[in-house]
C-alpha cells in the first residue's frame, strides 16, 4: 500500500514547533509521507523539507518587502511538488500572509486545505476571515474565543485547546539550576526572552540591555537570556555593560522561565508558556516605525499580548512600541519584584489564562480531525 502523502507547512519557529508535534501524531495514525515547508523540529519528526522557513520568516510589513524573492521561491517549490505528489489534504500552520495564498494555489490540484492554528484574525485584519471560509476545509483553532469568530464567519472550526498544554514543564528545579549557572539562590533572578527573528532582536536588545542596567542599580538581581534555536548565542552577549552581561542559555527556556522570579518577554508564543509556568512577565515588542504606522488602522482589540488577550483584561504589563523604553521595563520589573500583593494578583490572572488555554492533547485532538478527513480526500484524489 502507497503511502498517502500529506503536505504540511509552517513558516516560522513556534509553527515548526507545533507542527512537528502533529507529525508525530499524524504518524501513529498511518502511513504519511510528510512533506512541505518547515525547520529542524520537522524535520527530526519526519517531515521533508521541501523549503526551510528560515529563508521565509519575517515580522512586520514593510519587512516583508525584503524577503520577497525568498517567499516567492518557497511558494514555487511547494506548488510544483504539490502538483507532483497531489495531496488529498495541506495542514498549513499560521503564517496567513504566506498560506492563504498557498491555500488558493493548492485548490488547483483538488486539494483540501486545513489550517492548524488560525491566524489571528480577529484581532488583526479580520475580513481576511473570509478567505478562510472560502479556502479551506476545516480550521482547528487554540483559543476558546476564536471558535465562535470562525463559526460566525462560516468557517466549519474545531476548538482543540492549546497544544502547549500538558507539554510546558522544567527538566530542573531553580536550585540545581542556579547551581549550574553559578547563580545565588538569594538574589532575584530575570529572563531574557528577546525573540528570535533578526529584527526582533534588533528592536529588542539594546532596550534591554538599557533596562537591565537600570534594575541592577535599584536591585542586585541575576539575569539569564534563553536563546532561542535560531538566534545565534555569541551574538546575544553583545553590547552589554561591563559587568552585566547575562548568562546566555539554549534549550534551556522553560528551566529559566521557571527559576525566574520575573521575565521579560518579546510576545508571541513565549508569553503563553510564562504563563503556563506561572511566571511573572512583562511583555514587549516593537517594530519599526513605518510598520506600527501601517497596521495601526488594522488592529482591532485592546490588548497585544497573548496571555491578556486570553484573559480579557490586563493580567501583565505590555509595553508596545513607544511605551518600550528600558525605563518602563525597569519599573515594572521592579514593581512585580517588590509588590508581594502585585505578584499575587498576577498570578491569579495567570491561573484564569492557564484555565482557558483547554485541557491537555490537543495536538492528538488535532490528528484526529486530519485523520477522519482523509478517507473522503484520497478517494477524490485517487
Given at each position: 500500500?502507497?503511502s498517502?502523502?500529506i503536505?504540511?507547512?509552517?513558516?516560522e519557529a513556534?509553527?515548526?514547533m507545533y507542527?512537528?508535534?502533529?507529525?508525530?501524531a499524524?504518524?501513529q495514525r498511518?502511513d504519511?509521507?510528510?512533506?512541505?515547508?518547515?525547520?529542524?523540529?520537522?524535520r527530526?519528526a519526519?517531515v521533508?523539507?521541501?523549503?526551510d522557513?528560515?529563508?521565509v520568516s519575517v515580522?512586520?510589513?514593510?519587512?516583508v518587502?525584503?524577503?520577497?524573492p525568498?517567499?516567492?521561491r518557497?511558494?514555487?517549490?511547494?506548488?510544483?511538488e504539490?502538483?507532483?505528489?497531489?495531496p488529498?489534504?495541506a495542514?498549513?500552520?499560521?503564517?496567513p500572509?504566506?498560506?492563504l495564498?498557498l491555500a488558493?494555489?493548492?485548490?488547483?490540484?483538488?486539494v483540501?486545505?486545513?489550517?492548524y492554528?488560525c491566524?489571528?484574525f480577529w484581532?488583526?485584519r479580520p475580513?481576511?476571515v473570509?478567505?478562510?471560509?472560502r479556502r479551506f476545509?476545516?480550521a482547528?483553532?487554540i483559543?476558546?474565543?476564536?471558535e465562535?469568530?470562525?463559526?460566525?464567519a462560516?468557517?466549519?472550526v474545531t476548538?482543540?485547546g492549546h497544544?502547549?498544554?500538558g507539554e510546558v514543564?522544567?527538566?530542573?528545579?531553580?536550585?540545581?539550576f542556579?547551581?549550574?549557572l553559578?547563580?545565588?539562590t538569594g538574589?532575584p533572578?530575570?529572563?531574557?526572552?528577546?525573540?528570535?527573528r533578526?529584527a526582533e532582536?534588533a528592536?529588542?536588545?539594546p532596550?534591554?540591555?538599557?533596562a537591565?542596567?537600570?534594575?541592577?542599580?535599584?536591585?542586585?538581581?541575576q539575569?539569564v537570556?534563553?536563546a532561542s534555536q535560531?538566534a545565534r548565542a555569541?551574538?546575544l552577549r553583545?553590547g552589554w555593560?561591563?559587568g552585566?552581561?547575562?548568562?546566555?542559555?539554549?534549550?534551556q527556556t522553560?528551566?529559566?522561565l521557571?527559576?525566574?522570579?520575573?521575565?521579560?518577554i518579546?510576545?508571541?508564543?513565549?508569553t503563553?508558556?510564562a504563563?503556563l509556568?506561572?511566571?511573572?512577565m512583562v511583555?514587549?515588542?516593537?517594530?519599526?516605525?513605518?510598520?506600527a504606522?501601517?497596521a495601526?488602522?488594522?488592529?482591532?482589540?485592546e490588548?497585544?499580548?497573548?496571555?491578556?488577550?486570553?484573559?480579557?483584561r490586563r493580567?501583565?504589563?505590555?509595553?508596545?512600541?513607544k511605551k518600550f523604553?528600558?525605563?518602563?521595563?525597569?519599573?515594572?520589573?521592579?514593581?512585580?519584584l517588590r509588590?508581594a500583593?502585585?505578584r499575587c494578583d498576577?498570578?491569579?490572572g495567570?491561573?484564569v489564562?492557564r484555565?482557558r488555554?483547554g485541557?491537555?492533547g490537543a495536538v492528538?485532538?488535532?490528528?484526529?480531525?486530519?485523520a477522519?478527513?482523509?478517507?473522503r480526500?484520497?478517494?477524490?484524489a485517487?
Amino acid at each position: 500500500m502507497t503511502s498517502i502523502p500529506i503536505l504540511l507547512s509552517a513558516g516560522e519557529a513556534s509553527g515548526d514547533m507545533y507542527a512537528a508535534r502533529l507529525a508525530t501524531a499524524l504518524h501513529q495514525r498511518g502511513d504519511f509521507a510528510l512533506f512541505g515547508m518547515g525547520g529542524p523540529k520537522m524535520r527530526e519528526a519526519g517531515v521533508e523539507i521541501i523549503a526551510d522557513y528560515s529563508e521565509v520568516s519575517v515580522v512586520g510589513i514593510t519587512e516583508v518587502l525584503k524577503r520577497l524573492p525568498s517567499l516567492r521561491r518557497a511558494m514555487r517549490r511547494l506548488v510544483t511538488e504539490a502538483e507532483r505528489r497531489r495531496p488529498p489534504l495541506a495542514v498549513l500552520t499560521d503564517f496567513p500572509g504566506f498560506h492563504l495564498r498557498l491555500a488558493r494555489k493548492l485548490r488547483r490540484f483538488a486539494v483540501r486545505n486545513v489550517y492548524y492554528i488560525c491566524p489571528q484574525f480577529w484581532a488583526w485584519r479580520p475580513w481576511r476571515v473570509n478567505l478562510v471560509r472560502r479556502r479551506f476545509a476545516r480550521a482547528l483553532c487554540i483559543f476558546p474565543f476564536e471558535e465562535k469568530f470562525y463559526a460566525d464567519a462560516g468557517v466549519p472550526v474545531t476548538f482543540i485547546g492549546h497544544p502547549l498544554v500538558g507539554e510546558v514543564r522544567a527538566a530542573r528545579g531553580r536550585e540545581e539550576f542556579c547551581r549550574a549557572l553559578g547563580f545565588d539562590t538569594g538574589k532575584p533572578i530575570i529572563a531574557l526572552l528577546p525573540g528570535s527573528r533578526p529584527a526582533e532582536l534588533a528592536q529588542h536588545l539594546p532596550v534591554l540591555q538599557e533596562a537591565c542596567a537600570l534594575i541592577q542599580t535599584e536591585c542586585p538581581a541575576q539575569f539569564v537570556l534563553a536563546a532561542s534555536q535560531d538566534a545565534r548565542a555569541e551574538s546575544l552577549r553583545r553590547g552589554w555593560p561591563t559587568g552585566m552581561q547575562p548568562q546566555v542559555v539554549e534549550g534551556q527556556t522553560y528551566d529559566a522561565l521557571a527559576a525566574a522570579d520575573s521575565a521579560i518577554i518579546s510576545s508571541g508564543t513565549a508569553t503563553v508558556e510564562a504563563a503556563l509556568l506561572d511566571t511573572p512577565m512583562v511583555v514587549i515588542y516593537r517594530v519599526t516605525p513605518l510598520t506600527a504606522a501601517l497596521a495601526k488602522p488594522l488592529v482591532r482589540t485592546e490588548f497585544f499580548g497573548m496571555v491578556n488577550l486570553i484573559a480579557g483584561r490586563r493580567v501583565v504589563p505590555e509595553l508596545i512600541q513607544k511605551k518600550f523604553t528600558a525605563k518602563r521595563v525597569a519599573q515594572e520589573v521592579l514593581h512585580q519584584l517588590r509588590d508581594a500583593q502585585a505578584r499575587c494578583d498576577l498570578r491569579k490572572g495567570l491561573a484564569v489564562v492557564r484555565e482557558r488555554l483547554g485541557p491537555p492533547g490537543a495536538v492528538q485532538r488535532a490528528a484526529d480531525a486530519i485523520a477522519h478527513l482523509l478517507p473522503r480526500t484520497a478517494g477524490n484524489a485517487s
